[in-house]
């Protein structure tokens, strides 16, 4: 962080600024933060000179109606030279299976427009918190928003600051939160990645259970290579993610949102399973030679089955580079040397 890290609202003896904001006025439709932020700033300069009229019923009944339609305003942050602010408001659920619906606004765009380094960093900021509510949910949303919010403060307080003239170290302190919202938007990639793995592995987990439960019924009437190979590859095929989640080493594109998540999950059985039957099959068909002992040779043939099934899952290199040895002719021939070219003799 910067070494702004608070502003404080200034006593009540400071001189008030040369312009003024226009007075709220109460409208039948819910308030805009818009609205609210001018209510602030009419009421705000108007404690300072000492009055207390018609500004600060109007802000409070305006902030009274705001909260009420989006919900209460947890951290904000009002500018005391400008008809700027920023606000994250928590619209509380309902019901108990619902969560609570947080929100980042933010007012201060035509403030801005001399600081084009500092607005760059602010839409960064509407930008992180839109993903942040799109594809984050729970504890993670909130804790991001949250740090969004402190960065959004600090980046205004800078606005606000060069405004009253005072000497700020503008460079350093931009420097400050844009290494800030770097980590911001770092914790908000290990989460949105977090989720959606857990989003992807409940589908992969809905699909393999689905293909064991049929597989299973289809089972209990009599051994089938086949069907038994396709439970092996889906279980083999989760194994291998659950493999590589916990190696840390299992990317998404966590932006797409969770349902797209669930149905690239609910792919993965299928695939581990159809290439667990075409190796089944190239095995049982004798294009492969498949080594089983002797003894018990029904037995073993069985497991043998259930283990290449499983093989085929878990690893789709495997199984493509055993079905493309198997056949002959997939191979790809290496293509033939050129011919030496002949140099033109010396004169």
């Known amino acids: 962080m910067g070494p702004l890290t608070e502003v404080l609202q200034p006593p009540l003896a400071a001189s008030p600024p040369t312009h003024t904001a226009p007075r709220a006025h109460v409208h039948h439709h819910d308030p805009s933060f818009t609205e609210l932020v001018y209510a602030h700033f009419a009421w705000w300069h108007e404690l300072r000179s000492g009055d207390t009229g ?16 989006h919900g209460r305003i947890v951290h904000s942050f009002w500018c005391t030279h400008l008809e700027s602010a920023v606000a994250l408001t928590e619209q509380r659920a309902r019901f108990f299976w619902q969560r609570s619906r947080w929100v980042f606004h933010r007012e201060s765009d035509w ?26 949910t729970g504890v993670r949303q909130r804790i991001c928003l949250q740090l969004v919010t402190a960065s959004a403060a600090h980046l205004l307080s800078l606005v606000d600051a060069q405004t009253s003239h005072a000497e700020v170290h503008t460079a350093a302190v931009l420097k400050g939160e844009s290494e800030t919202l770097d980590d911001t938007e770092a914790y908000y990639r290990q989460a949105a990645n977090g989720q959606a793995q857990i989003v992807y592995f409940a589908g992969m987990a809905t699909v393999a259970a689905l293909i064991s ?51 690239l999950g609910g792919l993965r059985p299928l695939i581990g399973g159809a290439f667990a039957l075409a190796i089944t099959f190239a095995f049982t068909s004798g ?28 690893s789709e290199r495997w199984a493509q580079d055993t079905l493309t040895a198997a056949v002959p002719g997939a191979t790809a021939s290496p293509a033939p040397a050129a011919p030496p070219r002949e140099e033109p003799p010396n004169p």
């Open 213 to 263: 439960a049929i597989a299973g019924v289809a089972l209990a009437f009599g051994w089938m290579s086949g069907v038994a190979a396709l439970i092996a590859g889906a279980i083999g095929a989760v194994v291998s993610v659950v493999q590589r989640i916990n190696a840390g080493a299992f990317e998404l594109d966590y932006d797409v949102g969770r349902p797209y998540a669930f149905f």
């Open 287 to 314: 294009i492969l030679h498949l080594p089983v002992g002797s003894e018990d040779k029904e037995a073993n043939d069985k497991l043998a089955v259930l283990v290449v099934g499983f093989l085929a899952g878990f």
């Open 54 to 69: 018609e500004a600060a019923a109007a802000y409070h009944q305006l902030l009274d109606r705001f909260e009420r339609a």
């Open 111 to 136: 403030a801005t427009k001399g600081s084009p380094e500092i607005a760059a960093e602010l839409h960064r900021c509407d930008e992180l918190a839109v993903r942040a509510r799109t594809v984050l």
